[in-house]
């Protein structure tokens, strides 16, 4: 009898992925489809840089704040990751200026 879990242990060691691993992949691929890897790399990568340097406050039992900053990459990383529309067709196409917009509506 195959499990779930020994179904997705044995795509493993295949080079075809299960039809589980197929289904995980669509619902949380591990890039964006406009090709924004190496940005999203990088806001996480300074998230880390600001949890290390100030510390993250939400893990000391002595405050009750959050790195606001940690938190505001994580937040700008999550949006570029759910982008449904390309970064760099959208400068191309409209400017800074109507990206930014885009973005934030």
Known sequence: RRTASSA???G???TDPTAAERMLRKAFPLTG????????QSLRLL?????VCQGDDYADPE???????????????AVVKGLTWS???SLQAHGRQRT??????
């Open 87 to 89: 970064l760099g067709e």
């Open 33 to 40: 489809p406009h090709g924004t890897l190496q940005l999203e």
């Open 63 to 77: 405050c009750t704040a959050t790195n606001a900053e940690a938190l505001q990459y994580a937040r700008a990383r």
């Open 12 to 14: 493993a060691s295949n």
């Open 47 to 51: 998230e880390k840089f600001e949890l």
């Open 100 to 105: 930014i917009e885009r973005l934030i509506v």
């Open 8 to 10: 997705l242990a044995a």
